[in-house]
T-cell receptor, first 113, second 113 residues
């Protein structure tokens, strides 16, 4: 039972354009959401997070949007840079219980010149 | 330290042998998490600790897996009698508070032959 889904396994975007990565979840108890970036042979690197009391959080080129009614979140990267090429994981947790992370299966982003 | 450290980077064991993995969380972080990444993109939660106490062990296969976080020592994850299906990358993560982002180590790749 995949509680966090990233339906696009890959995405290709030109340098300078916007990258939009999507994530859906099914567990209504999730109240904290995170995006991680991962390069091969490295651990996931934390990018940005959002609590369920907000619908948007921005940090530099990265913005996360949360639509609770649709159980959907997205990560926007503007402008995209070649160094952004990596696998992006969406993760969710229920802070009322044990706070473990439940991950999506990732989206591979390739930023082309 | 400022980063989560994991040793060894790679570990090869014959089926039936024991494997022991180590994790040093970021200094001052009270929470430690272990995740197993199989099939390249699927992260599975194993166990978490609050200091030296087990916080959540709902993901642990209890027959052969055990874990400890003792004071003044790295945390450890031990697999007795490894099986081929245990081949995976094992990530450790730490967090300062009960909620918030988790910071990941570089992982230990376990190969069972």
């Amino acid at each position: 039972d995949q509680q966090v889904k990233q339906n696009s396994p890959s995405l290709s975007v030109q340098e300078g354009r916007i990258s939009i990565l999507n994530c859906d979840y099914t567990n209504s108890m999730f109240d904290y959401f995170l995006w991680y970036k991962k390069y091969p042979a490295e651990g996931p690197t934390f990018l940005i997070s959002i609590s369920s009391i907000k619908d948007k959080n921005e940090d530099g080129r990265f913005t996360v949007f949360l639509n609770k009614s649709a159980k959907h979140l997205s990560l926007h990267i503007v402008p995209s840079q070649p160094g952004d090429s990596a696998v992006y994981f969406c993760a969710a947790s229920d802070t009322g219980t044990a706070s473990k992370l439940t991950f999506g299966t990732g989206t591979r982003l390739q930023v082309t010149l | 330290g400022e980063e989560v450290a994991q040793t060894p980077k790679h570990l090869v064991r014959g089926e039936g042998q024991k494997a022991k993995l180590y994790c040093a969380p970021i200094k001052g972080h009270s929470y430690v998490f272990w995740y197993q990444q199989v099939l390249k993109n699927e992260f599975k939660f194993l166990i978490s600790f609050q200091n030296e106490n087990v916080f959540d062990e709902t993901g642990m296969p209890k027959e052969r897996f055990s874990a400890k976080c003792l004071p003044n020592s790295p945390c450890s994850l031990e697999i007795q009698a490894t099986k081929l299906e245990d081949s995976a990358v094992y990530f450790c993560a730490s967090r300062l508070f009960i909620a918030g982002e988790q910071y990941f180590g570089p992982g230990t790749r376990l190969t069972v032959t």
